[in-house]
């Protein structure tokens, strides 16, 4: 606590004393739930997880291809095209490790966050994952890596349906 | 006031959408409205504006999330946490000032997505002195519609007559998701939510997208065939205490009215506007708005109603195009549904439902329970 906190008239309090009786406390939480209707891009792309494929759309204006789908394509603003199935490997366009989780707990064995760009996606076009079966030391940008999937009967139309993405063992 | 809307679009208005996402829906609005202008969003139109609410959307700074489907990335793009007639009057000022001369406005609901809808209403009542008693929001409804009955003699026929009208209306309107034949009775007998508001009082949520485009006058005129020209805006908010309201009149309404009648040179509503879309969450809140609006005395808008002068073919026609009770509620975008409707009918492309020889109209909204705040804004086929 800083001194002019310190030189702030009043009580502290403590958790304990906001649980006791004493104090006056209010508890919400709000009720807010909702179930986001997928549509056609992301419904295609879960689907064909499940199915251990990556798929994309081309915009045939600029000829780039969209990894996840979308069904516009927000350069050119028209409909995408066609479908395009993707490979499953790709190279690390960014990455970091991060020693928290995702309710800030700090973490010994810390999470490999990673956006890889798919061979068959157009530059700069990647997708979110986790980085396994790594040594952190050698983790870099341009690493190739490629994705390990979930045994079939195990996927469920998820992006975890990818477990992680690895390093390609060069030969 | 020299700004005008050059072209609208839509999605039609349904109950539920499970086949696309909210992107997907704005996206084919968005091509509609700038086919109808004859604009490229990547070239000619200079800023974009979205109403939203995150707690409606279930996403936090909603803003992030609208640029790739209207056509906006790496362009001014703000989101207005408010109705659509808000982000209209705010893409009207960005005009004014010079810096922009064409602009998009957005607003959607995708209300299906939303699993709670009465938690996300209730998150808007203070915490600690109004959400202690586990109870439906909607009876902030019932508490005002209470107060309006009684101070004004409004019956709940009356009310019940509101309803009648605007499913009738919205038979007329292919976009409408609620259009019926109900009777007074199918009205009075459905069973009360929050006694004296029954089920049918109360507007339905559904899904939608408008999209418009705006232009200053020297862009409207190169643009449009019929521009429809915004003569006079207002927006006003009363205060959070339900427990201090006026509640027997809609004096956030009034005081924007009173500015936009201003700007606008409405000296005498009842006469210079034809026709008015206003807000009907609840059957009661248009007899108010009517009022507020000046469009009747105060207290004689549920009798008028019952008499007809608010009926398509009546004198002064509100809620022609069904309302939120018969197109749907949309939450945010049903302040633009009003608007998209006067846009239609000053251009005269209301097919079945056109009021004939309009030349100004009035759209108002309002936020619905708990809120006490709306905006008007007088739109004109003259310049």
């Known amino acids: ?171 | 006031m020299t700004v005008a809307i050059v072209g609208v679009g839509h999605t039609s208005f349904q109950s539920t959408t499970p086949d696309i996402s909210f992107k997907e829906q704005m996206f084919e609005a968005a091509v509609k409205a700038y086919e109808d202008a004859g604009v490229n969003p990547r070239k000619d139109i200079a800023s974009f504006l979205t109403a939203a609410e995150d707690y409606y959307e279930g996403y936090s700074i909603f803003d992030e999330f609208v640029p790739d489907q209207l056509g906006a990335v790496l362009r001014p793009v703000c989101t207005i946490g408010g109705d659509g007639l808000l982000a209209l009057i705010n893409g009207v000022m960005q005009i004014e000032t010079g810096l922009f001369d064409v602009v998009a406005i957005e607003a959607h609901s995708k209300a299906s997505d939303i699993l709670t809808f009465p938690g996300i209403v209730t998150h808007g009542l203070d915490p600690i002195y109004n959400r202690a008693f586990n109870v439906h929001p909607y009876f902030v409804a019932g508490l005002e519609m209470r107060r309006y009955l009684h101070e004004t003699g409004t019956t709940r026929e009356q009310c019940a007559a509101v309803v009648v009208k605007n499913k009738q209306n919205a038979l007329s309107n292919p976009s409408a998701a609620f259009a019926a034949k109900m009777t007074m009775d199918d009205v009075m007998n459905s069973e009360f939510v929050s006694d004296p508001l029954t089920r049918r009082d109360i507007s339905p949520l559904a899904d939608g997208v408008i999209v418009m485009v705006l232009a200053s006058e020297e862009k409207a005129k190169q643009l449009s065939d019929h521009p429809v020209w915004l003569k006079g805006v207002g927006w006003c908010s009363d205060t959070p205490w339900i427990e201090s309201r006026t509640w027997s009149a809609a004096e956030y309404a009034r005081l924007a009215a009173e500015r936009a009648y201003k700007m606008a040179g409405i000296k005498n509503p009842q006469k210079q506007i034809a026709f008015a879309e206003v807000d009907d969450w609840f059957s009661y809140k248009e007899l108010q708005h009517i009022e507020a609006l000046g469009l009747c005395e105060n207290g004689e808008a549920g009798k008028l109603s019952e008499q007809g002068n608010f009926s398509r073919n009546g004198k002064l026609p509100v809620n022609v195009s069904g309302g939120r009770i018969g197109a749907g509620n949309l939450l945010e975008a049903s302040a633009l549904q009003s608007v998209l409707e006067c846009v239609l009918q000053l251009q005269g492309q209301a097919g079945k439902r056109q009021v004939k020889d309009a030349e100004t109209a009035v759209a108002q909204s309002w936020r619905g329970v708990p809120t006490a705040t709306g905006c008007v804004a007088v739109l004109s086929s003259e310049l």
Request: a positive charge.
């Open chain 1, 1 to 171: 606590m800083s001194e002019k906190v310190k030189d702030l008239r009043g009580t502290r309090l403590s958790a304990a004393d906001l649980e006791s009786k004493d104090t006056i406390t209010f508890r919400g939480r709000p009720n807010a739930k909702y179930a986001w209707s997928a549509g056609i891009a992301y419904t295609k792309y879960l689907e064909e997880l499940k199915n251990g494929r990556i798929v994309g759309r081309r915009c045939r204006q600029c000829d780039r291809v969209l990894v996840p789908p979308r069904m516009f394509c927000e350069q050119c603003f028209r409909a995408t095209d066609e479908w395009v199935y993707v490979k499953g490997t790709g190279k690390i366009n960014t990455y970091s490790i991060s020693y928290l989780d995702a309710d800030a707990n700090r973490i010994k064995t810390p999470i490999l966050v990673a956006v890889v760009d798919l061979d068959g996606a157009s530059p700069g076009i990647g997708i979110l994952h986790k980085l396994g079966n790594v040594d952190i030391e050698k983790i870099h940008v341009g690493m190739p890596v490629q994705a390990v999937w979930k045994p079939t009967n195990e996927r469920e139309g998820s992006v975890t349906d990818i477990l992680y993405f690895e390093p390609i063992k060069e030969e």
